[in-house]
């Protein structure tokens, strides 16, 4: 058997390994007592709406409809809604052909790679810190991974590390804000600093350079902050959306791929991306989900909950003395382990039965990510274990 792929089966990732372990903890010990923040899975509640929707297409009772194929790209009318959406917020010119529907951004992300990708020479750049599956999706459709190393001191975009790694032979960069690990939400400035660096490169190399936009967090974002639209500052955008986090949907699987009429050879590059889904089996995503997002395009979850659990646990660990970023969107905090190794320092915790990722996996060194997408309750119990622990670092 293929065994790359026996290697990516038989390693669990470090995520699901410290999940497993916080489930095991809590039998023993009870829910109330581990502090689990290594999974982001929304801990808000779907917008009613949402459901209410799913109810009535059911009991409308057209199976064919509600159950049957859409077409590989999706349903005409569920593109056509989102493209309306994303035109009132962005002022863009959208239409349903800019759209392929898809199982959530994992998808979406497989789909664009594997559309962009022609051979192993090809180089997909992502900007540390960056979501772990990146590598695996990038390489899975047979481009070299690359990784920009990070700016330790805001985690935005490292333009000197970007210019170490931009070469003839970049064919994309992921950008995926606000960020998983780090909840930074990149600003205008860097995106245009970034547009302008990769339009340079583009002449001087003689070939697009894509951003791929992976932006499953745009709507979870605080004090009132704005995420650009990247295809508004930079043509060769193509963007990875899911309704995973914004509507609280992870188990539904379902997103889009948007392939703007800006980018460069746009049309063959969506025919690329419907030959990605075909090749993949990743044809017509969850019907009855495609037909709910068609009436619920314009919705989100109520967001002001990872509001207030962002600044409960950001203000909660820098009182006690640790160092944090601090969180702009998404729903992660990117804390300063008390010790170089997060690896070692992610086990003393344990200790406490806090239960956190080392960043080593999104990679950046000597930093943990707490996905607060948790009960405020969780939080809020959690800071006494917190204290222990930084006593334990500070007799
Ligand atoms: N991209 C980022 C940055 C994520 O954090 C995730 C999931 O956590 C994904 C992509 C995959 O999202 P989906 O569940 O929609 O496949």
Do not use: W
């Not at 470090?14 to 581990?34: M, P, Y």
């Amino acid at each position: 058997m293929n065994k790359e792929m026996l290697n990516l089966g038989s390693n669990r990732s470090i995520i699901r390994e410290l999940f497993e372990f916080s489930k095991q903890r809590k039998q023993e010990i009870g829910e109330d007592n581990v502090y689990d923040f290594t999974l982001g899975n929304p801990s808000v509640k779907p917008n009613p709406k949402f459901n209410e929707t799913l109810i009535k297409i059911i009991n409308a009772g057209n199976d064919s409809y509600t159950h049957g194929y859409t077409s590989a790209a999706g349903d005409n009318l569920t593109r056509k809604n989102i493209a309306d959406d994303l035109n009132k917020r962005f002022n863009t010119n959208y239409t349903l052909n800019n759209l392929y529907m898809t199982c959530g951004a994992a998808a979406s992300l497989c789909i664009a790679l594997r559309a962009l990708t022609e051979s192993k020479n090809d180089e997909i750049l992502a900007i540390a810190p960056y979501f772990t599956e990146y590598k695996v999706f990038a390489e899975s459709a047979g481009a070299t991974f690359k990784v920009v190393k990070p700016n330790m001191e805001t985690f935005e975009i490292n333009f000197d590390e970007l210019l170490k790694e931009l070469n003839p032979n970049t064919k994309a960069i992921i950008v995926n804000s606000p960020n998983n690990p780090s909840g930074v939400v990149y600003k205008k400035e860097s995106l245009l600093k970034l547009a302008d660096i990769l339009k340079q490169k583009e002449k001087e190399y003689n070939h697009a350079i894509y951003i791929i936009c992976d932006e499953p967090y745009r709507e979870i974002v605080f004090d009132g902050l704005e995420v650009p639209h990247i295809p508004n500052l930079y043509d060769d955008t193509v963007v990875c959306y899911s309704y995973s986090k914004s509507l609280s949907l992870p188990g539904e699987r379902i997103g889009y791929v948007l392939v703007p009429d800006k980018a460069y050879d746009s049309k063959n590059l969506y025919l690329a991306c419907l030959g990605a889904g075909r090749a993949y089996g990743y044809v017509c995503a969850p019907s009855l989900m495609q037909h709910a997002i068609e009436q619920c395009a314009t919705l989100t979850s109520d967001m002001n909950e990872y509001k207030k659990n962002r600044d409960l646990i950001y203000n909660g660990l820098t009182k006690i003395g640790y160092e944090c970023v601090k969180p702009d969107g998404a729903f992660y905090l990117f804390m300063k382990a008390l010790e170089p190794d997060a690896y070692k320092f992610m086990e003393r915790a344990k200790k406490y039965d806090i239960v956190v990722v080392p960043s080593d996996n999104f990679g950046v060194k000597g930093y943990v990510r707490l996905a607060y997408c948790v009960s405020s309750k969780t939080i809020i119990n959690s800071m006494q274990a917190f204290e222990k622990l930084y006593k334990e670092y500070n007799k």
